[in-house]
Nanobody, 115 residues
Framework: QVRLVESGGDLVQAGGSLRLACAAS????????MGWYRQAPGKQRAFVAR???????NYADSVKGRFTISRDNAKYTVYLQMNSLKPEDTAVYYC?????????WGQGTRVTVSS
């Protein structure tokens, strides 16, 4: 079982930055990949970024060049650094972990970007 707890969501002005964190309850080495997804009001949950155990990284086109995903294995934590935020980045951001052929999700953290 893997428990994920996200933090760092906040209200920020357009052009600002935020760093989200996702802390995993299990040894991060048991997790093959972790990622961030977001769900905007009235929309489906969408992929944002993903990092594997081997540090292979993927981003959604909409966030490339602005968001950076990273992991701290010693702290069992994955981060999402978000720069140059836009109003369309407003959403609830969810952390996802892939472990033992199962998916685990956090409870989400809300990011609101004002124009």
């Amino acid at each position: 079982q893997v428990r994920l707890v996200e933090s760092g969501g906040d209200l920020v002005q357009a052009g600002g930055s935020l760093r989200l964190a996702c802390a995993a309850s299990a040894n991060i080495f048991t997790i093959s990949a972790m990622g961030w997804y977001r769900q905007a009001p009235g929309k489906q949950r969408a992929f944002v970024a993903r990092i594997t155990t081997g540090s292979s990284i993927n981003y959604a086109d909409s966030v490339k060049g602005r968001f950076t995903i990273s992991r701290d294995n010693a702290k069992y934590t994955v981060y999402l650094q978000m720069n140059s935020l836009k109003p369309e980045d407003t959403a609830v951001y969810y952390c996802r972990a892939e472990a033992n052929l199962r998916d685990y999700w956090g409870q989400g953290t809300r990011v609101t970007v004002s124009s």
